[in-house]
T-cell receptor
Framework: ELKVEQNPLFLSMQEGKNYTIYCNYS?????LYWYRQDPGKSLESLFV?????AVKQEGRLMASLDTKARLSTLHITAAVHDLSATYFC????????FGQGTRLTINP | AAGVIQSPRHLIKEKRETATLKCYPI?????VYWYQQGPGQDPQFLIS???????DKGSIPDRFSAQQFSDYHSELNMSSLELGDSALYFC??????????FGPGTRLTVL
């Protein structure tokens, strides 16, 4: 059974701090995705990671992929309130299997 | 840029009624995926279509069916609705091997 596990599931942090969300997956997938979801809204694509060692950055978010360890990370640098949301990782070449999501709250 | 369109955005039904959800892909996207997201849950894959043929099936109840039409739009038909069917239903579309883009979702409430 395909499994994707994220941790932590809940994260409350102060503005200006750095933190990392971890995503472990169980298969030798060739694709790892990160999505952001605001409450009641759609899933916004953040990153697609396609190969071992891939690193992508957009603003204060940086994602990386280690296919040997079956681990992806989403690093948040100098967090700001606008980044408060739920972040999902997902893996799959076609249908996506999602992690449980990390609910991130950034406090002023 | 054009996005995925879903209709209706909100739907309220009674138990045992039927519902039809529609998804209009981004132009030139040939693959449609349907996902169900319960409250506080992660999205769960239901079914997918590639070039109008069913390509994969997930945890979709037998009461649900779906198809993709010649213009690539897709419809998810849900019958004998149950309270537990209340959820956000997303379709996502892609033009392989690109990423999946999600629509705004249909919020289904079954009373």
């Amino acid at each position: 059974e395909l499994k994707v596990e994220q941790n932590p599931l809940f994260l409350s942090m102060q503005e200006g701090k750095n933190y990392t969300i971890y995503c472990n997956y169980s298969t030798t997938s060739d694709r790892l995705y990160w999505y952001r979801q605001d409450p009641g809204k759609s899933l916004e694509s953040l990153f697609v990671l396609l190969s071992n060692g891939a690193v992508k950055q957009e603003g204060r978010l940086m994602a990386s992929l280690d296919t040997k360890a079956r681990l992806s990370t989403l690093h948040i640098t100098a967090a700001v309130h606008d980044l408060s949301a739920t972040y999902f990782c997902a893996e799959g070449a076609q249908k996506l299997v999602f992690g449980q999501g990390t609910r991130l709250t950034i406090n002023p | 840029a054009a996005g995925v369109i879903q209709s209706p955005r909100h739907l309220i039904k009674e138990k045992r009624e039927t519902a039809t959800l529609k998804c209009y892909p981004i132009p030139r996207h040939d693959t449609v995926y349907w996902y169900q997201q319960g409250p506080g849950q992660d999205p769960q894959f239901l079914i997918s279509f590639y070039e109008k043929m069913q390509s994969d099936k997930g945890s979709i109840p037998d009461r649900f069916s779906a198809q993709q039409f010649s213009d690539y739009h897709s419809e998810l038909n849900m019958s004998s609705l149950e309270l537990g069917d209340s959820a956000l239903y997303f379709c996502a579309t892609e033009r392989r091997p690109d990423t999946q883009y999600f629509g705004p979702g249909t919020r289904l409430t079954v009373l």
